[in-house]
């Protein structure tokens, strides 16, 4: 593609209709996701693919829209919701992460890497967004049905790209394949986020109560708790606010479960791959932590006390430019959302010179634009933290339509920098402790979905870093305290021998 035209059109069968445009200039991007943006909506094609995520802001144009995105931003710009967030995820780091990798290290054990993940991030989603924490995490990652529903309505929504709408809607008719399963799993969801809601509400009354008499537990300041405070007595949400509760709360797992998860597998894959660049990584941590630790004097900052780093990370986080353009490196070169899909309400013409109408679906490959020579140069390829890093030594900027992981235009997406600074404080607390390795002979290539998955998951070998005079490193603080697991589901005790 890239040596031709940078945009091609496909069509269908002919009793389908079908007109596909994919395209990977940026010219077009910006011209579709910005310039001419309310030509552009989301649409009624895009709404019947994504018909389980309902009202959800993925869903909605216009005023439905406009309301979600403001009630985002209340949220994002919220003085206590920063601070609720980030101590969330170092709990969860501390108390969930870290004791099953020092499980797996101690005993030689060989983890998937992407499932645990994907239970990191489900948990700190849905407490971020619940302020409720299911607690997947644990040694023997056993099943929980809600990982398996998202998955299947992931799928069923992926399949309705790729087949003529006839044919996905036939099956819908007749309950088979893909159809019947996204069904099932829309009840497991839903069972899940309204067992939620009504928990809340419940938490809410007593909560109103309490404050009557001016005692009583505060509640958190998480997402459904500012919906609720919102929408009571609000005309905007239609006569069901429990559904509206449910569309809205499904959008946010949608948004950031798979999409963490994955860019941290790709990001530690990486790693293993280039060490030179995990060594100025971990460089870059030492000079701030040393830093931090004289300005706090007496404190001795050492990479397994999480309470210290979690007080600290807002400090050294910010300075980490380093692994930040990392961070950058590794979503050029495996977009967690490797595809986007938009149609025109009116005809239009791209700066490409291509003529598109309403029958036109238009797509942009993310994952081909982040590999093209004539965007990122010869080297392309490589993963070259150095490309982000200006000579001045800052966060060189890139135009949103030409580096495409986190969209463009108004509909950018809101959890970007929530999801750096996680992936940032997953990496401080991995890196410092243990060497991550693929299993050898496993293979590790991207799946063909909605979200950049690795297709055979990423089956890794962790092992307990040594430390100069130190020897190995303890068992950490959190592990020490945990002696049995830390998940909803089992009761076992894992007795550790330091
Ligand atoms: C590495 C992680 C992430 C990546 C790569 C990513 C990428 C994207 C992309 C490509 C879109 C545009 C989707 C579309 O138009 O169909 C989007 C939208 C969105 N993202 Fe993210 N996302 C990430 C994490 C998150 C997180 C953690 C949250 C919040 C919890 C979040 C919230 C949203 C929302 C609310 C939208 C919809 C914006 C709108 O339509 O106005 N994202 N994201």
């Known amino acids: 593609m890239e040596k031709g035209s940078l945009t091609f059109v496909m069509k269908g069968p002919r009793f389908t209709n079908m007109k596909l445009l994919i395209t990977v200039d940026p ?5 579709i996701l910005s310039k001419n943006f309310g030509n ?23 005023e439905m829209w406009k309301y979600h995105r403001k009630m985002a931003q209340l949220l994002l710009s919220h003085p206590q919701f920063n601070q609720f967030w ?28 992407q499932d645990l993940f994907g239970r990191f991030t489900f948990d700190t989603i849905s407490t971020v967004v619940l302020d409720y924490d299911p607690r997947t995490l644990c040694f023997d990652l056993p099943n929980f049905p809600i990982f398996k529903a998202l998955h299947d309505g992931e799928e069923a929504i992926f399949y309705r790209h790729v087949v003529p709408a006839c ?44 404050n009557a008499c001016k005692v009583g ?12 405070d919102e929408i009571r007595g609000s005309g905007e949400i239609g006569s069901n606010p429990d559904k509206f509760l449910r569309d809205t709360v499904l959008s946010y797992f949608v948004a950031g479960k798979e999409t963490i998860s994955v860019a941290l597998c790709w990001f530690f894959y990486l790693l293993s791959k280039n060490p030179h660049v995990l060594a100025k990584i971990k460089e870059e941590l030492d000079v ?32 980490l430019i380093y692994l930040h353009a990392a961070i950058c490196e590794a979503l050029r070169l495996y977009p967690p959302v490797p595809f986007n899909a938009k149609a025109p309400i009116e005809p239009d013409t791209l700066p490409s010179g291509h003529k598109v109408d309403s029958s036109t679906q238009i797509i942009f490959s993310m994952y081909a634009m982040g590999r093209m020579k004539s965007l990122w140069g010869e080297d392309c390829y ?14 060189r900027h890139v135009p949103s339509h030409k580096f495409l992981a986190f969209n463009s235009g108004p509909r950018t997406c809101l959890g970007k920098n929530m999801s750096v600074t996680i992936i940032k404080a997953v990496v401080i607390a991995i890196i410092g402790k243990y060497h991550i390795q693929p299993v050898r002979g496993h293979p590790i290539v991207p799946g063909v979905s909605l979200v950049l998955h690795m297709r055979h998951g990423f089956k890794a070998q962790s092992r307990l870093k040594f430390v100069k005079n130190k020897g190995l490193l303890a068992v950490s603080k959190g592990f020490a305290e945990l002696a049995s697991c830390a998940c909803s589901g089992c009761s076992k005790n894992f007795v550790m021998d330091g």
């Open 40 to 62: 552009y909506p989301k649409g009624s094609k895009f709404k019947e693919r994504f018909e389980g995520l309902g009202d959800g802001i993925f869903n909605v144009d216009s």
């Open 27 to 31: 010219a077009n991007a910006q011209h």
């Open 382 to 395: 490589e993963f070259k933290p150095e490309r982000w890093i200006l000579e001045t030594g800052k966060i």
């Open 86 to 113: 980030v101590e969330k995820i170092w709990e969860k780091i501390e108390t969930g992460l870290i004791p099953i990798l020092d499980h797996v290290s101690k005993q030689g054990l060989e983890i998937e890497l």
């Open 217 to 228: 537990p505060k509640l958190g300041v998480d997402l459904m708790t500012l919906y609720m």
């Open 288 to 319: 701030s932590m040393a830093q931090a630790k004289d300005h706090h004097g007496d404190e001795k900052i050492i990479w397994d006390q999480y309470d210290i780093l979690s007080r600290k990370f807002k400090e050294v986080g910010d300075k």
């Open 167 to 210: 044919v996905w809607k036939f099956q819908k008719w007749l309950g088979i394949g893909t159809e019947k399963k996204s069904r099932e799993a829309s009840k497991i969801v839903d069972n899940f986020i309204y067992g939620c809601i009504s928990k809340k509400r419940e938490e809410m009354r007593k909560n109103s109560q309490s």
